[in-house]
């Protein structure tokens, strides 16, 4: 970005190029200019419009929430200390939270103003640059702006402190008026501005880091196969190696007690904000923190995992938000609130920024922490039902992957009568002995026969609910069920609960690396052949659309717990080939209702 504010810190004043104005006795000549039409350099062309803003014209700013010193750190101690406070404490720490320019780099965060120069003013002129509302952005330099200053002309740089939270009470655009005030009259001049909106990005995007869970070291953690416990994740290293073949991973490191909460999918999800520049957007990567509140020994507390995005992953150019639920939500409502109940459908025909995708239904995320989610403006929602599930992630049952067609995209999505089709050819062809999960250390391991003759109903019942799910997305989307690609998941009911979660590892629920190559979760199906008919089936439905599976073992690290391998990782993906929010082509539309 053109540093156009070298020098911002101690107000370096630039000579003006406008035209020497009419004497300040007839016409005072106050001028303040935005980058209204978003090329990122700030000329007369600004001038038409600067005081209404429209999503084809005015200016931009960003919320500067990254930590471009580094500046905000975090206490161990805090990481497992019961109550809310610690977690305020660590959201107020950004570069927003001072009143300075936090070095070179945070220079390329702030929007550019420009005040014209007055030369005809009195030494006893003053100007002052005022923000409506007043806590959503500052301006540097800060303070009122001397004759001098005027009569050079200043260049001001904006400084946004705040995201759209509700739109009901704040809509992201402020007012920026100058108040220039000499010889007993003051005149003015206004531009209206509007703060980036949170944009998720999608499974199209290639991963350009992948983020998993390590747990720390203790007696057994490490073990390849230890003892199989109900509820502790086990068998790391092997999750870790195949992971690892198939991309590069950033392995994070969990707290002594809270490591078993390995689930880095629903700790947060990525977003980000941009603005026009120079050579391009600028853009800051946005981290949404899960809302879970929970219960801890009678204290509500923010999921304590949650505290680590502010350790590990925030910095230069990467902020975090939170919009945490205000008491401990129930428990099953609670899992609603999680990053893994977030996705996003990539760009189609009226909807160039894509839209939100997530589950709810009898159980719903949090109202506070859904509402800043959905409510950025560009990226309609659309909400399935996935309050059937245990856990009731939009990512358990369907999966964006590419596709040879007018979008360049479609849905994989968990198909139980597939499995059930493919466990009775097995058994036609003489495995009906063959088990399920053989090659685990799982001690359950059901015969092909045992499932046809006990687990019909809830795979049936899975598939009707998936059916309800599609009707509503093929909607939403115009695919044709024909587009779809269906990989086998078998289903069963979580007793005591009456919902459903997977059997056999979630194929749909794995990660996408880039549009090509997909992490997905060994199922451990039977085999035919010596083959394991689902990973051939998998293989074979996403090989049609030009996707190739690497294998993560996550049997004991995620699916058992009820979740698999995209629960378990999350990404940073590269969101530089993506249609700036602010530029809708062909009319489409750049905002909307939710889709149910």
Known sequence: MKRWIAGLAVATLLAATSPVLTAWATAPGVWLTADVN???????ADDAGKTSWTDTRGAIFLPNLDDDERRCTVDPADLETPGPAVDAKLAA????????????????????????????????????VTITPADKARAFPAGPLTARQLRHGVHLALEGRAIVRDPAQWDGQITVTLSVTDRGRTSTDT??????PLMLQNDLQPAQTVLAAKPTDGP???????????????EWRPFARSLQKATKVR????TPRGWKDMWTQDIFEPATASMPAVGGPHTMRILIRSGNVWDINGTDTPRLAGRLIYRDLRGPDVGV?????????????????????????????????GRVLYGSGERHPDKGF??????????????????????????ETTHVVRADNARGWTLAVADPRLAVQLLRDVQRRGGGSQQLFADTNFPEKPTVDEVLRTGLADNEAAAGHIDQQLKILLKATGLRADELVRLPVLFEQVKGYGLLRALS????NGLSVTDRQFAAPDPHGPELNGRDVFRQEAERALGRNGVRVHWVEDFFWAHLGGGEVHCATNALRDTSRATPWWVSPGGSAASGTATR
């Open 251 to 254: 392995f994070l490191t969990g």
């Open 505 to 508: 590892p979630g194929l749909v």
């Open 370 to 395: 859904i509402t800043m989610v959905t409510s950025q403006g560009y990226q309609p929602s659309v909400v399935i039902d996935t309050s059937w599930l245990i856990v009731g992630h939009a990512d």
């Open 321 to 353: 938000v939170q919009e945490l639920s205000k008491t401990a939500s129930p428990g099953l409502d609670d899992l609603l609130n999680m990053g893994g109940n977030i996705e996003s459908l990539p760009p189609y025909a009226g909807y160039p920024h």
């Open 191 to 196: 531009v209206r501005m509007r703060v980036a």
């Open 93 to 128: 720490c950004n570069d927003a939270a001072d009143d300075r320019i936090n070095g070179p780099r945070d220079t390329a965060d702030l929007a550019p103003l420009k005040i014209d120069a007055l030369r005809n003013v009195s030494d006893d002129a003053i100007g002052t």
């Open 38 to 44: 978003r090329d990122g350099v700030l000329t007369a």
């Open 220 to 234: 057994g953690w490490w073990d390849d196969r230890p003892p199989y416990q109900p509820g502790v994740p086990a």
